[in-house]
């Protein structure tokens, strides 16, 4: 058990349990602060597969964007002053027995398949490498995602606002 | 002595995949959905980096799972909106509660 294991299976149980808390919490709230950790679990799994930027990309944009438009989602549709905070589940049982089942078949393919593991080389940072692959060969896909994102956003901030 | 090794992230992806679904089917508030959705997308994301890392790829993995995050951003905001814009006119996001269409 190195010391890489000891911080890969903290990060693992930290992602999995607040996922748990996110999707059997009553409370929205309590929801959406669980995520927060499950989001920095994310990331610190992005960290031990040596992808540090996207792990920081992930704090930024999850933990700084979307979480917070999520909270702001559940103030704004919710009455804070009559405690009707609190969010039901429907068909919780069947639900779970049916993904109970679906996570162990797909949790049995995964480990029974022989995965042909090929060692990349470690590399210190992905950050330089991932900016000159994003410039050149992805140039047009991250154009095109640029303006989606504008239009998707501005798209958003109209639909509110009427 | 087990070393974290391909198959154990593959295996976290899976559990974070269905604790996913599980809120996206049985939460009934729509901003529940909404943070399913995103559970679900995390362990997508979680694929191709370990994948990336394990397979030999480059680093093309690493640059799918930043176009998801953007695409995921986006997604955020326009389900948000429709969601405002639901309890505007409805004054109420209970995706089971919501069937004036059906008549």
Same mark, same amino acid.
Do not use: C
């Given at each position: 058990?190195?010391?890489?294991?000891?911080?890969?299976?903290?990060?693992?149980?930290?992602?999995?349990?607040?996922?748990?808390?996110?999707?059997?919490?009553?409370? =929205?709230?309590?929801?959406?602060?669980?995520?927060?950790?499950?989001?920095?679990?994310?990331?610190? /799994?992005?960290?031990?597969?040596?992808?540090?930027?996207?792990? +920081?990309?992930?704090? +930024?944009?999850?933990?700084?964007? /979307?979480? =917070?438009?999520?909270?702001? %989602?559940?103030?704004?549709?919710?009455? +804070?002053?009559?405690?009707?905070?609190?969010?039901?589940? /429907?068909?919780?049982?069947?639900? *779970?027995?049916?993904?109970?089942?679906?996570? %162990?078949?797909?949790?049995?393919?995964?480990?029974?398949?022989?995965?042909?593991?090929?060692?990349?080389?470690?590399? *210190?940072? *992905?950050?330089?490498?991932?900016?000159?692959?994003?410039?050149?060969?992805?140039?047009?896909?991250?154009?095109?995602?640029?303006?989606?994102?504008?239009?998707?956003?501005?798209?958003?901030?109209?639909?509110?606002?009427? | 002595?087990?070393?974290?090794? @391909?198959?154990?992230?593959?295996?976290?992806?899976?559990?974070?995949?269905?604790? &996913?679904?599980?809120?996206?089917?049985?939460?009934?508030?729509?901003?529940?959905?909404?943070?399913?959705?995103? @559970?679900?997308?995390?362990?997508?994301?979680?694929? !191709?980096?370990?994948?990336?890392?394990? &397979?030999?790829?480059?680093?093309? &993995?690493?640059?799918?799972?930043? !176009?998801?995050?953007?695409?995921?951003?986006?997604?955020?905001?326009?389900?948000?909106?429709?969601?405002?814009?639901?309890?505007?006119?409805?004054?109420?996001?209970?995706?089971?509660?919501?069937?004036?269409?059906?008549?």
């Amino acid at each position: 058990m190195t010391t890489y294991d000891l911080i890969f299976y903290l990060f693992a149980v930290v992602t999995l349990l607040s996922a748990f808390f996110v999707v059997t919490n009553r409370n =929205i709230v309590h929801s959406a602060f669980y995520l927060l950790f499950t989001f920095f679990g994310v990331a610190g /799994i992005y960290v031990m597969l040596g992808a540090d930027f996207v792990a +920081i990309v992930q704090l +930024i944009v999850y933990v700084g964007g /979307i979480l =917070i438009l999520l909270l702001f %989602g559940v103030m704004l549709t919710n009455k +804070i002053t009559n405690v009707d905070i609190k969010s039901g589940t /429907i068909h919780a049982l069947p639900a *779970s027995i049916v993904l109970g089942l679906f996570a %162990g078949a797909l949790g049995a393919a995964v480990l029974n398949t022989n995965w042909k593991v090929v060692a990349s080389p470690e590399t *210190s940072s *992905s950050t330089a490498s991932l900016g000159s692959m994003l410039i050149n060969e992805y140039a047009l896909i991250f154009e095109l995602l640029g303006i989606v994102l504008l239009i998707a956003l501005v798209g958003a901030a109209s639909m509110a606002r009427r | 002595m087990i070393h974290a090794s @391909l198959t154990h992230f593959l295996v976290i992806s899976v559990a974070l995949f269905s604790l &996913g679904i599980y809120g996206v089917i049985t939460r009934k508030n729509a901003v529940m959905v909404l943070m399913g959705i995103e @559970l679900i997308l995390n362990s997508a994301n979680i694929n !191709f980096i370990a994948f990336a890392r394990f &397979g030999n790829f480059g680093l093309q &993995g690493q640059i799918i799972a930043l !176009f998801i995050i953007v695409l995921a951003a986006a997604e955020a905001a326009i389900a948000l909106a429709i969601v405002l814009n639901i309890y505007k006119n409805l004054s109420n996001i209970n995706v089971d509660e919501i069937d004036s269409l059906r008549d």
